[in-house]
Protein backbone atom coordinates (compact mmCIF):
# COMPACT_ATOMS: atom_id res chain seq x y z
CA UNK A 1 0.00 0.00 0.00
CA UNK A 2 2.41 2.49 0.93
CA UNK A 3 4.73 1.45 -1.66
CA UNK A 4 1.73 1.96 -4.13
CA UNK A 5 1.15 5.10 -2.75
CA UNK A 6 5.24 6.20 -3.29
CA UNK A 7 5.14 4.92 -6.93
CA UNK A 8 1.57 7.11 -7.35
CA UNK A 9 3.53 10.59 -5.84
CA UNK A 10 5.82 9.52 -8.18
CA UNK A 11 4.55 9.40 -11.52
CA UNK A 12 2.52 12.39 -10.05
CA UNK A 13 5.61 14.30 -9.60
CA UNK A 14 6.96 13.45 -13.34
CA UNK A 15 3.47 14.55 -14.89
CA UNK A 16 4.02 17.88 -12.26
CA UNK A 17 7.60 18.01 -13.48
CA UNK A 18 6.49 17.99 -17.17
CA UNK A 19 3.57 20.35 -17.23
CA UNK A 20 6.24 22.74 -14.96
CA UNK A 21 9.37 22.61 -17.65
CA UNK A 22 10.36 25.02 -19.97
CA UNK A 23 9.56 22.60 -23.16
CA UNK A 24 5.77 22.21 -22.05
CA UNK A 25 5.33 26.03 -21.43
CA UNK A 26 7.11 26.65 -24.93
CA UNK A 27 4.98 23.96 -26.74
CA UNK A 28 1.51 24.79 -25.23
CA UNK A 29 1.70 28.47 -26.31
CA UNK A 30 2.13 27.21 -29.69
CA UNK A 31 -0.79 26.25 -31.66
CA UNK A 32 1.04 25.17 -34.87
CA UNK A 33 2.88 22.38 -33.29
CA UNK A 34 -0.03 21.39 -31.08
CA UNK A 35 -1.77 20.80 -33.77
CA UNK A 36 1.09 18.97 -35.48
CA UNK A 37 1.42 16.81 -32.19
CA UNK A 38 -2.45 15.71 -32.76
CA UNK A 39 -1.68 15.16 -36.14
CA UNK A 40 1.31 12.64 -35.51
CA UNK A 41 -0.52 11.22 -32.63
CA UNK A 42 -3.80 10.43 -34.70
CA UNK A 43 -1.59 8.70 -37.49
CA UNK A 44 0.37 6.81 -34.70
CA UNK A 45 -3.05 5.82 -33.19
CA UNK A 46 -4.64 4.54 -36.59
CA UNK A 47 -1.67 2.92 -37.95
CA UNK A 48 -1.22 1.04 -34.71
CA UNK A 49 -4.36 -0.47 -34.44
CA UNK A 50 -5.26 -0.58 -37.93
CA UNK A 51 -6.61 -4.29 -37.61
CA UNK A 52 -8.84 -2.89 -35.00
CA UNK A 53 -9.81 0.16 -36.34
CA UNK A 54 -10.34 0.19 -40.08
CA UNK A 55 -13.31 -0.26 -41.67
CA UNK A 56 -12.14 -2.82 -43.78
CA UNK A 57 -9.22 -5.58 -43.99
CA UNK A 58 -7.34 -5.12 -47.25
CA UNK A 59 -5.16 -7.90 -47.03
CA UNK A 60 -8.09 -10.65 -46.58
CA UNK A 61 -8.65 -11.05 -50.15
CA UNK A 62 -11.98 -12.92 -49.23
CA UNK A 63 -13.57 -9.26 -48.30
CA UNK A 64 -12.59 -8.10 -51.86
CA UNK A 65 -14.56 -7.59 -54.43
CA UNK A 66 -13.51 -6.85 -58.16
CA UNK A 67 -17.23 -5.37 -58.96
CA UNK A 68 -16.61 -2.61 -56.36
CA UNK A 69 -12.80 -2.01 -57.88
CA UNK A 70 -12.27 1.69 -58.40
CA UNK A 71 -15.35 3.10 -56.27
CA UNK A 72 -14.76 6.64 -56.09
CA UNK A 73 -15.30 8.75 -52.84
CA UNK A 74 -18.58 8.81 -50.89
CA UNK A 75 -19.30 12.77 -51.78
CA UNK A 76 -18.99 11.83 -55.61
CA UNK A 77 -21.61 10.34 -57.78
CA UNK A 78 -21.44 5.76 -57.55
CA UNK A 79 -19.99 6.53 -54.54
CA UNK A 80 -20.44 4.04 -51.59
CA UNK A 81 -21.10 4.43 -47.95
CA UNK A 82 -18.75 1.78 -46.79
CA UNK A 83 -15.98 3.04 -49.08
CA UNK A 84 -15.38 6.26 -47.59
CA UNK A 85 -12.66 7.29 -49.61
CA UNK A 86 -13.34 4.78 -52.54
CA UNK A 87 -11.12 1.85 -53.36
CA UNK A 88 -8.57 0.78 -55.53
CA UNK A 89 -7.93 -1.23 -58.52
CA UNK A 90 -8.48 -4.38 -56.95
CA UNK A 91 -11.37 -2.55 -54.63
CA UNK A 92 -9.61 -2.24 -51.77
CA UNK A 93 -10.97 0.60 -49.60
CA UNK A 94 -8.50 3.25 -49.26
CA UNK A 95 -8.62 4.48 -45.88
CA UNK A 96 -8.17 1.16 -44.51
CA UNK A 97 -5.05 0.65 -46.93
CA UNK A 98 -3.83 4.10 -46.16
CA UNK A 99 -3.99 3.16 -41.82
CA UNK A 100 -1.98 -0.44 -43.01
CA UNK A 101 0.12 1.52 -45.24
CA UNK A 102 0.96 4.27 -42.67
CA UNK A 103 2.08 1.43 -40.48
CA UNK A 104 4.46 0.23 -42.91
CA UNK A 105 5.63 4.01 -43.39
CA UNK A 106 6.02 4.78 -39.65
CA UNK A 107 7.77 1.29 -38.87
CA UNK A 108 9.97 1.87 -41.69
CA UNK A 109 10.86 5.50 -40.62
CA UNK A 110 11.18 4.96 -36.73
CA UNK A 111 13.33 2.03 -36.90
CA UNK A 112 15.59 3.54 -39.62
CA UNK A 113 16.02 6.48 -37.37
CA UNK A 114 16.87 4.23 -34.36
CA UNK A 115 19.59 2.59 -36.07
CA UNK A 116 21.11 5.57 -37.55
CA UNK A 117 20.84 7.49 -34.64
CA UNK A 118 22.34 4.04 -32.60
CA UNK A 119 25.30 3.67 -35.41
CA UNK A 120 25.67 7.31 -35.77
CA UNK A 121 25.51 8.68 -31.80
CA UNK A 122 27.88 5.46 -31.09
CA UNK A 123 30.53 6.05 -33.57
CA UNK A 124 30.08 9.71 -32.84
CA UNK A 125 30.90 9.71 -29.24
CA UNK A 126 34.06 7.11 -29.65
CA UNK A 127 35.34 9.20 -32.44
CA UNK A 128 34.95 12.12 -30.57
CA UNK A 129 35.80 10.80 -26.63
CA UNK A 130 38.77 8.66 -27.73
CA UNK A 131 40.20 10.70 -30.39
CA UNK A 132 43.07 8.95 -32.64
CA UNK A 133 43.40 7.09 -35.14
CA UNK A 134 39.35 5.76 -34.17
CA UNK A 135 38.71 9.23 -34.51
CA UNK A 136 40.45 9.72 -38.11
CA UNK A 137 38.73 5.99 -39.51
CA UNK A 138 35.16 6.32 -38.31
CA UNK A 139 35.00 10.19 -40.03
CA UNK A 140 37.19 9.72 -42.92
CA UNK A 141 33.98 6.95 -43.31
CA UNK A 142 31.77 9.57 -42.78
CA UNK A 143 32.91 11.81 -45.28
CA UNK A 144 33.76 9.17 -47.89
CA UNK A 145 29.48 8.50 -47.17
CA UNK A 146 28.81 11.73 -47.18
CA UNK A 147 30.04 12.23 -50.86
CA UNK A 148 27.20 10.45 -52.24
CA UNK A 149 23.77 10.85 -51.47
CA UNK A 150 21.69 9.49 -48.83
CA UNK A 151 18.99 8.25 -51.62
CA UNK A 152 21.57 6.85 -53.91
CA UNK A 153 22.92 4.73 -51.04
CA UNK A 154 19.58 3.83 -49.71
CA UNK A 155 18.59 2.79 -53.00
CA UNK A 156 21.75 0.78 -54.23
CA UNK A 157 21.74 -1.12 -50.63
CA UNK A 158 18.27 -1.85 -50.85
CA UNK A 159 19.33 -3.54 -54.40
CA UNK A 160 21.99 -5.32 -53.21
CA UNK A 161 20.61 -6.64 -50.61
CA UNK A 162 17.45 -7.88 -52.42
CA UNK A 163 19.63 -9.54 -55.15
CA UNK A 164 22.11 -11.46 -52.60
CA UNK A 165 18.50 -12.77 -50.69
CA UNK A 166 17.18 -15.87 -51.88
CA UNK A 167 14.16 -15.42 -53.89
CA UNK A 168 11.69 -16.75 -51.74
CA UNK A 169 12.86 -14.76 -48.29
CA UNK A 170 12.51 -11.62 -50.22
CA UNK A 171 8.86 -10.80 -49.83
CA UNK A 172 8.75 -11.27 -46.21
CA UNK A 173 12.27 -9.79 -45.38
CA UNK A 174 12.07 -6.82 -47.81
CA UNK A 175 10.44 -4.07 -44.56
CA UNK A 176 14.12 -4.81 -42.89
CA UNK A 177 16.15 -4.27 -45.86
CA UNK A 178 14.60 -1.46 -46.28
CA UNK A 179 15.04 0.08 -42.62
CA UNK A 180 18.44 -1.47 -43.34
CA UNK A 181 18.82 0.39 -46.54
CA UNK A 182 17.47 4.15 -44.57
CA UNK A 183 19.36 3.34 -41.65
CA UNK A 184 22.79 2.63 -43.06
CA UNK A 185 21.99 5.87 -45.70
CA UNK A 186 21.94 8.34 -42.99
CA UNK A 187 23.96 8.01 -40.13
CA UNK A 188 27.05 10.04 -41.01
CA UNK A 189 25.32 13.22 -39.71
CA UNK A 190 24.64 11.98 -36.81
CA UNK A 191 28.30 11.05 -36.45
CA UNK A 192 29.52 14.90 -37.20
CA UNK A 193 27.20 16.38 -35.19
CA UNK A 194 28.23 14.11 -32.22
CA UNK A 195 31.45 13.83 -32.38
CA UNK A 196 31.39 18.18 -32.73
CA UNK A 197 29.16 17.80 -29.62
CA UNK A 198 31.50 15.35 -27.41
CA UNK A 199 34.03 17.66 -28.30
CA UNK A 200 33.16 20.49 -26.55
CA UNK A 201 31.86 18.39 -24.00
CA UNK A 202 35.00 16.21 -23.37
CA UNK A 203 36.95 20.03 -22.26
CA UNK A 204 34.40 20.88 -19.18
CA UNK A 205 34.86 20.01 -15.81
CA UNK A 206 32.91 17.19 -15.06
CA UNK A 207 34.33 15.07 -17.52
CA UNK A 208 37.36 15.52 -15.84
CA UNK A 209 36.14 15.17 -12.20
CA UNK A 210 34.82 11.70 -13.82
CA UNK A 211 37.96 11.40 -15.03
CA UNK A 212 40.31 11.57 -11.71
CA UNK A 213 38.21 9.68 -9.97
CA UNK A 214 38.38 6.66 -11.74
CA UNK A 215 35.65 5.96 -13.64
CA UNK A 216 35.57 3.82 -16.41
CA UNK A 217 35.27 5.88 -19.94
CA UNK A 218 32.68 3.79 -21.33
CA UNK A 219 30.84 5.01 -18.07
CA UNK A 220 31.52 8.62 -18.49
CA UNK A 221 30.48 8.44 -22.37
CA UNK A 222 27.54 7.30 -21.76
CA UNK A 223 26.34 8.31 -18.43
CA UNK A 224 28.00 11.71 -17.95
CA UNK A 225 28.44 12.44 -21.63
CA UNK A 226 25.64 11.10 -24.13
CA UNK A 227 23.31 12.95 -21.90
CA UNK A 228 24.38 16.11 -22.79
CA UNK A 229 24.49 15.75 -26.31
CA UNK A 230 21.23 14.53 -26.81
CA UNK A 231 19.50 18.03 -27.12
CA UNK A 232 20.74 18.24 -31.05
CA UNK A 233 20.01 14.52 -31.60
CA UNK A 234 17.06 14.59 -30.55
CA UNK A 235 16.63 17.85 -33.02
CA UNK A 236 18.14 15.77 -35.38
CA UNK A 237 15.91 12.53 -34.85
CA UNK A 238 12.79 14.28 -35.60
CA UNK A 239 13.81 15.62 -39.00
CA UNK A 240 15.29 12.65 -39.78
CA UNK A 241 12.21 10.89 -39.29
CA UNK A 242 10.42 12.88 -41.55
CA UNK A 243 13.38 12.51 -44.28
CA UNK A 244 13.37 8.16 -43.46
CA UNK A 245 9.18 8.59 -44.17
CA UNK A 246 9.82 10.17 -47.22
CA UNK A 247 12.82 8.17 -48.49
CA UNK A 248 10.78 4.79 -47.60
CA UNK A 249 7.69 6.35 -49.73
CA UNK A 250 10.49 7.22 -52.69
CA UNK A 251 12.05 3.80 -52.52
CA UNK A 252 8.51 2.20 -52.55
CA UNK A 253 7.61 4.77 -55.27
CA UNK A 254 10.18 3.60 -57.29
CA UNK A 255 9.12 -0.47 -56.72
CA UNK A 256 12.60 -1.23 -54.75
CA UNK A 257 11.36 -0.97 -51.50
CA UNK A 258 7.96 -3.14 -49.99
CA UNK A 259 6.37 -5.49 -52.28
CA UNK A 260 2.88 -4.62 -53.75
CA UNK A 261 1.45 -6.89 -51.39
CA UNK A 262 2.02 -5.04 -48.18
CA UNK A 263 1.02 -2.04 -49.09
CA UNK A 264 3.03 1.86 -47.70
CA UNK A 265 2.02 4.68 -48.31
CA UNK A 266 4.42 4.79 -51.34
CA UNK A 267 2.94 1.38 -53.44
CA UNK A 268 -0.11 3.04 -53.08
CA UNK A 269 0.80 6.11 -54.79
CA UNK A 270 3.35 4.28 -57.19
CA UNK A 271 -0.38 1.82 -58.31
CA UNK A 272 -2.05 5.35 -58.14
CA UNK A 273 -0.12 6.94 -60.51
CA UNK A 274 -1.22 4.05 -63.24
CA UNK A 275 -5.10 5.30 -62.50
CA UNK A 276 -4.31 8.86 -63.08
CA UNK A 277 -4.95 9.44 -66.96
CA UNK A 278 -8.45 7.45 -66.67
CA UNK A 279 -9.90 9.78 -64.08
CA UNK A 280 -9.75 7.76 -60.61
CA UNK A 281 -7.38 10.51 -58.80
CA UNK A 282 -8.63 9.22 -55.27
CA UNK A 283 -6.39 5.99 -55.30
CA UNK A 284 -3.23 7.98 -55.49
CA UNK A 285 -4.70 11.65 -54.05
CA UNK A 286 -5.85 10.46 -50.81
CA UNK A 287 -2.00 8.18 -49.77
CA UNK A 288 -0.18 11.17 -51.44
CA UNK A 289 -2.13 13.83 -48.72
CA UNK A 290 -1.43 11.51 -45.73
CA UNK A 291 1.98 11.03 -46.77
CA UNK A 292 2.57 14.90 -46.84
CA UNK A 293 0.34 15.81 -44.03
CA UNK A 294 2.03 13.30 -41.81
CA UNK A 295 5.70 14.91 -42.87
CA UNK A 296 4.68 17.89 -42.74
CA UNK A 297 3.65 17.44 -39.14
CA UNK A 298 7.23 15.75 -38.02
CA UNK A 299 9.02 18.35 -39.96
CA UNK A 300 6.98 21.26 -37.85
CA UNK A 301 7.63 19.82 -34.80
CA UNK A 302 11.04 19.41 -35.37
CA UNK A 303 11.26 22.88 -36.33
CA UNK A 304 9.88 24.09 -33.28
CA UNK A 305 12.20 21.32 -30.90
CA UNK A 306 15.48 22.92 -32.70
CA UNK A 307 14.06 26.57 -31.43
CA UNK A 308 13.11 25.62 -28.17
CA UNK A 309 16.44 23.31 -27.27
CA UNK A 310 18.44 26.15 -28.57
CA UNK A 311 19.52 28.14 -25.63
CA UNK A 312 20.75 31.24 -27.46
CA UNK A 313 16.51 32.11 -28.63
CA UNK A 314 15.67 31.46 -24.88
CA UNK B 1 47.10 27.74 -51.98
CA UNK B 2 48.99 24.90 -53.64
CA UNK B 3 49.15 23.21 -50.45
CA UNK B 4 45.28 23.12 -49.70
CA UNK B 5 44.22 21.90 -53.06
CA UNK B 6 46.89 19.05 -52.74
CA UNK B 7 44.65 18.00 -49.80
CA UNK B 8 41.72 18.19 -51.15
CA UNK B 9 42.70 16.34 -54.19
CA UNK B 10 43.77 13.59 -52.13
CA UNK B 11 40.80 13.37 -50.57
CA UNK B 12 38.67 13.23 -53.71
CA UNK B 13 41.01 10.28 -54.67
CA UNK B 14 40.55 8.47 -51.24
CA UNK B 15 36.78 9.10 -51.83
CA UNK B 16 36.72 7.33 -55.82
CA UNK B 17 39.32 4.57 -54.03
CA UNK B 18 36.40 3.65 -51.62
CA UNK B 19 33.78 3.79 -54.24
CA UNK B 20 35.12 2.04 -56.92
CA UNK B 21 36.07 -0.50 -54.60
CA UNK B 22 32.75 -0.94 -53.80
CA UNK B 23 31.11 -0.83 -57.11
CA UNK B 24 33.94 -3.63 -57.69
CA UNK B 25 32.83 -6.37 -55.05
CA UNK B 26 29.55 -5.71 -56.51
CA UNK B 27 30.48 -6.22 -59.84
CA UNK B 28 32.83 -9.77 -58.93
CA UNK B 29 30.74 -11.23 -55.69
CA UNK B 30 27.34 -10.17 -56.24
CA UNK B 31 25.98 -13.14 -57.85
CA UNK B 32 28.07 -14.98 -60.13
CA UNK B 33 29.23 -13.24 -63.59
CA UNK B 34 30.05 -16.41 -65.33
CA UNK B 35 26.57 -17.81 -64.57
CA UNK B 36 24.98 -14.39 -65.83
CA UNK B 37 26.61 -14.23 -69.04
CA UNK B 38 26.97 -17.56 -70.46
CA UNK B 39 23.52 -19.25 -70.78
CA UNK B 40 21.98 -22.14 -68.73
CA UNK B 41 23.04 -25.00 -71.34
CA UNK B 42 26.65 -24.15 -70.91
CA UNK B 43 29.38 -27.05 -69.81
CA UNK B 44 31.57 -27.08 -66.71
CA UNK B 45 33.95 -27.16 -68.91
CA UNK B 46 33.11 -24.01 -70.60
CA UNK B 47 32.04 -22.17 -67.30
CA UNK B 48 35.73 -22.96 -66.33
CA UNK B 49 37.40 -21.62 -69.64
CA UNK B 50 35.51 -18.14 -69.56
CA UNK B 51 36.51 -17.89 -65.88
CA UNK B 52 39.56 -17.93 -66.71
CA UNK B 53 38.73 -15.87 -69.49
CA UNK B 54 37.32 -13.10 -67.64
CA UNK B 55 40.68 -13.08 -65.14
CA UNK B 56 38.16 -14.23 -62.49
CA UNK B 57 40.87 -16.10 -60.75
CA UNK B 58 43.72 -13.66 -60.83
CA UNK B 59 44.40 -12.34 -57.01
CA UNK B 60 42.04 -9.81 -55.34
CA UNK B 61 44.08 -6.69 -56.07
CA UNK B 62 45.12 -7.50 -60.17
CA UNK B 63 41.89 -7.87 -60.48
CA UNK B 64 40.91 -4.84 -58.82
CA UNK B 65 43.61 -2.89 -60.64
CA UNK B 66 42.21 -4.44 -63.92
CA UNK B 67 39.18 -2.59 -62.97
CA UNK B 68 40.52 0.24 -62.26
CA UNK B 69 41.76 0.46 -65.46
CA UNK B 70 39.01 -0.10 -67.21
CA UNK B 71 37.02 2.02 -65.48
CA UNK B 72 39.36 5.10 -66.03
CA UNK B 73 38.71 4.13 -70.10
CA UNK B 74 34.99 4.04 -70.00
CA UNK B 75 34.67 0.26 -69.91
CA UNK B 76 31.95 -1.41 -67.46
CA UNK B 77 31.29 -4.81 -69.22
CA UNK B 78 28.00 -6.10 -70.54
CA UNK B 79 24.32 -5.26 -69.28
CA UNK B 80 23.32 -8.45 -68.09
CA UNK B 81 19.80 -7.29 -68.87
CA UNK B 82 20.60 -5.33 -72.80
CA UNK B 83 23.24 -7.20 -73.54
CA UNK B 84 25.42 -4.43 -75.04
CA UNK B 85 28.41 -2.76 -73.84
CA UNK B 86 27.51 -0.27 -70.51
CA UNK B 87 29.71 2.31 -71.91
CA UNK B 88 27.32 2.88 -74.75
CA UNK B 89 24.18 3.00 -72.66
CA UNK B 90 25.57 5.53 -70.77
CA UNK B 91 26.65 7.43 -73.31
CA UNK B 92 23.34 7.27 -75.01
CA UNK B 93 21.29 8.93 -71.49
CA UNK B 94 23.44 10.98 -70.02
CA UNK B 95 22.43 13.98 -72.74
CA UNK B 96 19.23 13.92 -71.19
CA UNK B 97 20.30 13.85 -67.89
CA UNK B 98 22.84 16.86 -67.51
CA UNK B 99 20.24 18.67 -69.38
CA UNK B 100 17.45 18.06 -67.14
CA UNK B 101 20.23 18.59 -64.30
CA UNK B 102 21.65 21.88 -66.22
CA UNK B 103 18.31 23.25 -66.71
CA UNK B 104 16.78 23.11 -63.00
CA UNK B 105 19.96 24.03 -61.49
CA UNK B 106 19.48 27.17 -63.34
CA UNK B 107 15.91 27.55 -62.05
CA UNK B 108 16.61 26.98 -59.07
CA UNK B 109 19.89 30.08 -58.51
CA UNK B 110 17.81 32.38 -61.13
CA UNK B 111 14.74 31.87 -58.87
CA UNK B 112 16.15 31.17 -55.73
CA UNK B 113 18.77 33.63 -55.05
CA UNK B 114 16.04 36.94 -55.18
CA UNK B 115 13.69 35.08 -53.56
CA UNK B 116 16.31 34.79 -50.81
CA UNK B 117 18.04 38.44 -51.10
CA UNK B 118 14.35 40.08 -51.27
CA UNK B 119 13.17 38.22 -47.47
CA UNK B 120 16.45 39.03 -46.31
CA UNK B 121 16.50 42.92 -46.61
CA UNK B 122 12.09 42.84 -45.98
CA UNK B 123 11.88 39.86 -43.87
CA UNK B 124 8.47 41.36 -42.69
CA UNK B 125 6.39 41.84 -45.66
CA UNK B 126 3.55 40.17 -46.51
CA UNK B 127 5.16 38.79 -49.57
CA UNK B 128 8.58 37.70 -47.83
CA UNK B 129 6.07 36.20 -45.38
CA UNK B 130 4.17 34.08 -48.22
CA UNK B 131 7.06 33.04 -50.30
CA UNK B 132 8.41 31.44 -46.69
CA UNK B 133 5.14 29.58 -46.23
CA UNK B 134 5.76 28.78 -49.74
CA UNK B 135 8.99 27.25 -49.17
CA UNK B 136 7.79 24.69 -46.26
CA UNK B 137 5.32 23.71 -49.13
CA UNK B 138 8.74 22.77 -51.10
CA UNK B 139 10.50 21.18 -48.22
CA UNK B 140 7.92 18.69 -47.17
CA UNK B 141 6.20 17.41 -50.56
CA UNK B 142 8.49 14.66 -51.49
CA UNK B 143 9.76 15.21 -55.57
CA UNK B 144 7.78 12.30 -56.63
CA UNK B 145 4.38 13.84 -55.40
CA UNK B 146 5.43 17.15 -57.01
CA UNK B 147 5.77 15.54 -60.29
CA UNK B 148 2.33 13.51 -60.31
CA UNK B 149 1.17 17.05 -58.71
CA UNK B 150 2.03 18.53 -62.08
CA UNK B 151 1.08 15.87 -64.40
CA UNK B 152 -2.27 15.93 -62.86
CA UNK B 153 -2.93 19.86 -63.60
CA UNK B 154 -0.60 20.59 -66.52
CA UNK B 155 -1.51 17.18 -68.32
CA UNK B 156 -4.73 15.47 -67.31
CA UNK B 157 -6.45 18.81 -66.79
CA UNK B 158 -5.36 21.26 -68.93
CA UNK B 159 -3.68 18.98 -71.03
CA UNK B 160 -1.12 21.55 -72.18
CA UNK B 161 2.42 19.58 -71.72
CA UNK B 162 3.30 16.03 -72.40
CA UNK B 163 4.02 14.01 -68.96
CA UNK B 164 6.30 11.71 -70.40
CA UNK B 165 9.55 11.41 -72.40
CA UNK B 166 11.84 14.64 -73.95
CA UNK B 167 10.26 15.40 -77.24
CA UNK B 168 11.88 15.22 -80.01
CA UNK B 169 15.75 15.24 -79.54
CA UNK B 170 18.61 16.40 -82.85
CA UNK B 171 21.13 14.86 -82.60
CA UNK B 172 24.97 16.56 -82.31
CA UNK B 173 27.53 14.10 -83.32
CA UNK B 174 27.31 11.81 -79.77
CA UNK B 175 25.18 14.64 -78.11
CA UNK B 176 21.12 14.63 -78.53
CA UNK B 177 19.75 17.64 -77.34
CA UNK B 178 16.16 18.86 -76.38
CA UNK B 179 16.77 21.85 -76.76
CA UNK B 180 16.52 22.51 -80.69
CA UNK B 181 13.03 21.82 -80.77
CA UNK B 182 9.40 23.00 -79.46
CA UNK B 183 8.75 19.47 -78.11
CA UNK B 184 11.75 19.33 -76.44
CA UNK B 185 11.72 22.54 -74.62
CA UNK B 186 7.72 21.46 -73.31
CA UNK B 187 9.05 18.19 -72.18
CA UNK B 188 11.50 19.71 -70.36
CA UNK B 189 9.13 22.27 -68.44
CA UNK B 190 7.56 19.66 -66.02
CA UNK B 191 10.68 17.70 -65.11
CA UNK B 192 12.81 20.56 -64.05
CA UNK B 193 10.18 22.16 -61.76
CA UNK B 194 10.04 19.06 -60.40
CA UNK B 195 13.73 18.69 -59.61
CA UNK B 196 14.35 22.20 -58.99
CA UNK B 197 11.23 23.33 -56.87
CA UNK B 198 13.39 21.30 -53.68
CA UNK B 199 17.10 22.70 -54.29
CA UNK B 200 15.08 26.25 -55.00
CA UNK B 201 13.66 26.00 -51.33
CA UNK B 202 17.23 25.56 -50.04
CA UNK B 203 18.76 27.97 -52.04
CA UNK B 204 16.18 30.40 -50.92
CA UNK B 205 16.67 29.54 -47.23
CA UNK B 206 19.96 29.97 -47.08
CA UNK B 207 20.59 33.22 -48.91
CA UNK B 208 17.88 34.64 -46.59
CA UNK B 209 19.59 33.72 -43.55
CA UNK B 210 23.00 34.73 -44.59
CA UNK B 211 21.15 38.17 -45.59
CA UNK B 212 20.32 38.14 -42.46
CA UNK B 213 22.74 38.14 -40.55
CA UNK B 214 25.04 40.68 -43.01
CA UNK B 215 22.59 43.07 -42.50
CA UNK B 216 22.76 43.54 -38.65
CA UNK B 217 26.81 43.85 -38.86
CA UNK B 218 28.82 47.17 -38.61
CA UNK B 219 29.97 47.76 -42.13
CA UNK B 220 26.25 47.84 -43.36
CA UNK B 221 24.91 50.66 -40.85
CA UNK B 222 28.47 52.44 -41.87
CA UNK B 223 27.13 51.81 -45.37
CA UNK B 224 24.15 53.57 -44.55
CA UNK B 225 25.72 56.21 -42.57
CA UNK B 226 27.41 56.93 -46.02
CA UNK B 227 24.45 57.23 -47.60
CA UNK B 228 24.98 54.82 -50.33
CA UNK B 229 22.44 54.26 -52.35
CA UNK B 230 20.31 50.54 -51.04
CA UNK B 231 20.97 49.14 -53.96
CA UNK B 232 24.68 49.35 -53.72
CA UNK B 233 24.02 48.29 -49.91
CA UNK B 234 22.32 45.38 -50.82
CA UNK B 235 24.34 43.73 -53.74
CA UNK B 236 27.93 45.22 -53.51
CA UNK B 237 28.04 44.96 -49.88
CA UNK B 238 25.39 42.12 -48.29
CA UNK B 239 24.70 40.17 -50.97
CA UNK B 240 28.60 39.79 -52.05
CA UNK B 241 29.33 38.48 -48.48
CA UNK B 242 26.39 36.04 -48.75
CA UNK B 243 28.01 33.99 -51.85
CA UNK B 244 30.98 31.84 -49.68
CA UNK B 245 28.23 29.61 -48.58
CA UNK B 246 25.74 29.86 -51.52
CA UNK B 247 28.30 28.81 -53.84
CA UNK B 248 29.05 25.71 -51.47
CA UNK B 249 25.25 24.68 -51.33
CA UNK B 250 24.78 25.48 -54.88
CA UNK B 251 27.77 23.23 -55.79
CA UNK B 252 26.76 20.09 -53.16
CA UNK B 253 23.36 20.31 -54.79
CA UNK B 254 24.56 19.95 -58.27
CA UNK B 255 25.62 16.41 -57.12
CA UNK B 256 22.06 15.50 -55.40
CA UNK B 257 20.27 16.96 -58.83
CA UNK B 258 21.82 13.92 -60.47
CA UNK B 259 20.15 11.60 -57.64
CA UNK B 260 17.14 13.07 -57.35
CA UNK B 261 17.00 12.83 -61.24
CA UNK B 262 16.65 9.29 -60.57
CA UNK B 263 13.40 9.96 -59.37
CA UNK B 264 12.07 12.69 -61.64
CA UNK B 265 12.78 11.04 -64.48
CA UNK B 266 10.90 7.85 -63.32
CA UNK B 267 7.89 9.92 -62.66
CA UNK B 268 8.20 11.40 -66.13
CA UNK B 269 9.91 8.12 -68.05
CA UNK B 270 12.88 10.69 -68.90
CA UNK B 271 15.40 8.63 -71.10
CA UNK B 272 17.84 9.54 -68.73
CA UNK B 273 20.68 7.94 -66.72
CA UNK B 274 18.27 7.80 -63.57
CA UNK B 275 16.07 5.85 -65.44
CA UNK B 276 18.41 3.13 -66.53
CA UNK B 277 19.67 2.55 -63.04
CA UNK B 278 16.30 2.00 -61.90
CA UNK B 279 15.31 -0.53 -64.48
CA UNK B 280 18.95 -2.40 -63.74
CA UNK B 281 17.82 -2.17 -60.05
CA UNK B 282 14.85 -3.70 -60.47
CA UNK B 283 16.60 -6.54 -62.64
CA UNK B 284 19.20 -6.80 -60.89
CA UNK B 285 21.82 -5.22 -63.71
CA UNK B 286 24.94 -5.36 -61.72
CA UNK B 287 27.90 -3.87 -64.26
CA UNK B 288 24.76 -0.70 -64.77
CA UNK B 289 24.44 -0.10 -61.49
CA UNK B 290 28.09 -0.42 -60.80
CA UNK B 291 28.80 1.78 -63.54
CA UNK B 292 26.08 4.72 -62.72
CA UNK B 293 27.76 4.34 -59.14
CA UNK B 294 30.98 5.46 -60.37
CA UNK B 295 29.93 8.06 -62.40
CA UNK B 296 27.96 9.74 -59.38
CA UNK B 297 30.90 9.53 -57.81
CA UNK B 298 32.98 10.69 -60.53
CA UNK B 299 30.61 14.07 -60.76
CA UNK B 300 30.38 14.45 -57.39
CA UNK B 301 33.54 14.48 -56.24
CA UNK B 302 35.03 16.84 -59.01
CA UNK B 303 32.28 19.18 -57.90
CA UNK B 304 33.34 19.20 -54.85
CA UNK B 305 36.67 20.02 -55.89
CA UNK B 306 35.98 22.77 -58.00
CA UNK B 307 34.03 24.09 -55.50
CA UNK B 308 36.81 24.01 -52.88
CA UNK B 309 39.41 25.85 -55.63
CA UNK B 310 36.39 28.65 -56.39
CA UNK B 311 36.42 29.56 -52.81
CA UNK B 312 39.66 30.82 -53.35
CA UNK B 313 38.52 33.35 -56.43
CA UNK B 314 35.59 34.14 -54.17
CA UNK B 315 36.46 34.59 -50.77
CA UNK B 316 39.98 37.39 -50.60
CA UNK B 317 40.24 36.54 -46.46
CA UNK B 318 41.41 32.41 -47.94
CA UNK B 319 44.18 34.25 -49.92
CA UNK B 320 45.42 37.14 -47.27
CA UNK B 321 46.02 34.45 -44.70
CA UNK B 322 48.06 32.38 -46.95
CA UNK B 323 50.11 35.40 -48.18
CA UNK B 324 50.55 36.50 -44.84
CA UNK B 325 51.68 32.75 -43.93
CA UNK B 326 53.93 32.51 -46.93
CA UNK B 327 55.36 36.29 -46.35
CA UNK B 328 56.51 34.78 -42.30
Known sequence: MIENQSSLAKINDLAFRIVDSDLFYSFSRNPIVVVSAVITFVFIIAATFAPWLAPHNPFDPASLDLMEASTPPVWLEDGMSKFMLGTDDQGRDILSTIMFGSRVSLIVGFSAVLFSVFVGVGSGLLAGYLGGWLDTVIMRLADVQLAIPAILIALMINGVVAILLPPQLQHEMAIYVLILAIGVSDWPRYARVTRGSVLVERNKEYVAAAQVIGVHPLFIMLRHVLPNIMGPVLVMATIGLALAIITEATLSFLGVGVPPTTPSLGTMIRVGNNYLFSGEWWITFFPCTALVTLVLAVNLMGDWLRDALNPKLR | ?328
Do not use: C
Open chain 2, 1 to 328: MIAYIIQRAFQALAVMIVVSLVSFMLFNFVGDPVDNMVGQEATYEERVAMRDNLGLNDPFLVQFARFVGNAVKGEFGISYRIQRPVADLIAERMPATLELVIASAFLSVLLGIPMGVYTGIRPNSWLSRSILVGSLVGVTLPTFVIGILLIYIFSVGLGVLPSFGRGEAVQLGWWSTGFLTVTGWKAIIMPSVTLALFQMTIILRLVRSEMLEVMRTDYIKFARARGLPNQIINFGHAFKNTLVPVITIVGLNLGSLIAFSIITETVFQWPGMGFLFIQAVGFADIPVMAAYLVMVAVVFVSINLFVDILYFVVDPRLRADKTVAAGN
